[in-house]
Nanobody
Framework: QVQLVESGGGLVQAGGSLRLSCAAS????????MAWFRQAPGKERDFVAA????????YYTDSVKGRCTISRDNAKNTVDLQMNALKPEDTAVYYC????????????????????????WGPGTQVTASS
């Protein structure tokens, strides 16, 4: 059983930056692909970024490409999401997620990665980008 805890959320002005971090425990971290999702009020939980077990492969939703970077440290059991040039539409609760068997699907030029594919979740951290 994997436990995940996010940190680093907060309130920032549009154009600013935040770095989210997720700490994992209870499992062999390097066996899991990791991802970040976000959920705004009244909306579904949407994919933001993912990284494979080794950190060699990363995946992003189109709206954050060029603004966000996902990274992991298997020695420290952490996965981070660096978010730059934040926009008001980035405002949401951000969740860290883990899965052993990760098979990303490409639809055209966009990654179709669904929350239902992930087995373990953190409680979330609020990110608010004010205009």
């Amino acid at each position: 059983q994997v436990q995940l805890v996010e940190s680093g959320g907060g309130l920032v002005q549009a154009g600013g930056s935040l770095r989210l971090s997720c700490a994992a425990s209870g499992g062999t971290f390097s066996r899991y692909a990791m991802a970040w999702f976000r959920q705004a009020p009244g909306k579904e939980r949407d994919f933001v970024a993912a990284i494979n077990w080794s950190g060699e492969n990363t995946y992003y939703t189109d709206s954050v490409k060029g603004r966000c970077t996902i990274s992991r440290d298997n020695a420290k059991n952490t996965v981070d999401l660096q978010m730059n040039a934040l926009k008001p539409e980035d405002t949401a609760v951000y969740y860290c997620a883990a899965v052993r068997r990760f098979i990303p699907t490409l639809a055209g030029r966009s990654w179709m990665i669904r929350a239902e594919e992930f087995d373990y979740w953190g409680p979330g951290t609020q990110v608010t980008a004010s205009s």
